[in-house]
């Protein structure tokens, strides 16, 4: 049995809306886009979404909207490094708080005492599909005239406190990945906002800076989303609230099944939140990387989210030297990604969670696995 972390399987619909578009003759800023667009804000419940050409696009895009040039940015570590090089790409400095342990998103209770008079804004990471504690950012970040621009990238569909993520920051932005829940087929990404002048501004942003034709209000990008990958997107919308309810009945089987493994602990869905399972991600107390192995050598394909937080990787570890976050570190040695997919059936879960028992019995039980543990 071979069982892969993520699976993307385009539908007959899909392939259909590609030759549609192909035969429209019209690939970039054409009506497939202005569509997605108009669709995700509504179901996001925001005013505005702008179309993009990637997360990371998202990302620096309305970094700039906010002019952070020269400001401090307040993140995390624990994430993709995509979310740090954005800072840095749009002239600001990311400034590193560490996470809760049990969530892994960002520690408000430290995010107040890491603000300076540079501070410009805050990117919280709704990390593997958990949003953010928003309330109480936007409480911290109102008195300095801060920004939040959050980075729910894997989070498409979550909710916080019964409201759609998309509809609450200044700024909030997603990948259309292929692996994330609401995806197209290639690279992607989409921003909501409620601010017109935002909205204004990073559509001119994405095209060069061009407000018309033939004037260029600002010096920009070409970080346009094209109309293929627009239109797909659109079909992955539809059955986006669909497959999240898959992935959460999915989630809710792990639970079921490890709630009373050792050494295992789970992943934690706040009351307030409505938690979309981008990933399934479990802590090992001990032995994660030989755990991985042995999930490997069964044909269960899993992943490190992320093995080295980003202040420790090489293109920032020199100038982040004094930087500590602990529990974000400690983290990175003992999470592991488990299958999490929509197409993952019963037989498979229990496949999965029999060898979850069988290597943590012999672990807890001081055997060693090598000589003494066969496969599953």
């Known amino acids: ?17 590609a030759i549609e578009v192909l035969h ?12 997605l667009e108009e669709e995700f804000a509504k179901y996001c419940g925001s005013r505005y979404c702008v179309g993009v050409n990637s997360g990371t696009s998202a990302l620096i895009l309305s970094l700039l909207a906010t002019d952070v040039k020269g400001k401090e940015v307040i993140t995390v570590p624990n994430s993709f490094v995509a979310t740090a090089n954005a800072i840095k790409l749009a002239g600001g400095k990311p400034v590193f708080v560490d996470v809760e342990d049990y969530t892994f998103n960002i520690d408000v209770g430290l995010v107040e005492e890491a603000i300076t008079n540079k501070t410009k804004a805050i990117v919280p990471v709704d990390l593997y599909g958990h949003p953010c504690p928003l309330d109480e950012l936007k409480e911290i970040a109102k008195y300095s005239d801060i920004k939040i621009i959050e980075d729910a990238c894997q989070a498409a569909g979550s909710e916080y406190k019964n409201k759609k993520i998309g509809s609450i920051s200044d ?8 692996s994330k829940n609401a995806h197209c087929f290639g690279d992607g990404g989409l921003i909501t906002t409620n601010d017109y002048i935002y909205y204004e501004k990073i559509k001119a942003l994405r095209n060069q800076g061009r407000t018309s034709k033939d004037n260029a209000e600002y010096i920009g990008y070409n970080f346009r989303l094209n109309e293929i990958n627009a239109g797909l997107a659109r079909e992955q919308l539809k059955k986006l609230d669909k497959n999240n309810e898959k992935r959460r009945q999915i989630a809710k089987d792990y639970n079921e099944e490890l709630k009373d493994i050792p050494l295992l602990h789970l992943p934690v869905e706040e009351a307030w939140a409505k938690h979309v399972y981008h990933l399934y991600t479990v802590v090992v107390e001990k032995g994660r990387d030989e755990l991985k192995k042995y999930l490997a050598e069964n044909g269960i394909e899993t992943s490190i989210n992320y093995p080295t937080p980003i202040h420790r990787q090489n293109a920032y570890k020199f100038e982040y030297q004094q930087t500590q976050c602990p529990v974000a570190e400690e983290l990175s040695n003992m999470i592991l990604s488990l299958p999490m997919h929509p197409y993952l059936t019963p037989s498979e879960i229990e496949f999965i969670c029999d060898c979850l028992r069988v ?4 672990k ?10 066969q496969k599953a």
Do not use: A, Q
């Open 1 to 17: 049995m071979k069982i892969k972390r993520t699976v993307v399987r385009p539908s007959i619909k899909e392939y259909l809306k």
């Open 171 to 178: 700024l909030t932005c997603f990948s259309l990945f292929p």
């Open 24 to 35: 429209s003759g019209r690939y970039i800023l054409g009506e497939e886009l202005k569509s």
């Open 359 to 362: 290597w943590t019995c012999y």
């Open 364 to 373: 807890k039980n001081g055997f060693d696995k090598n000589s003494n543990m």
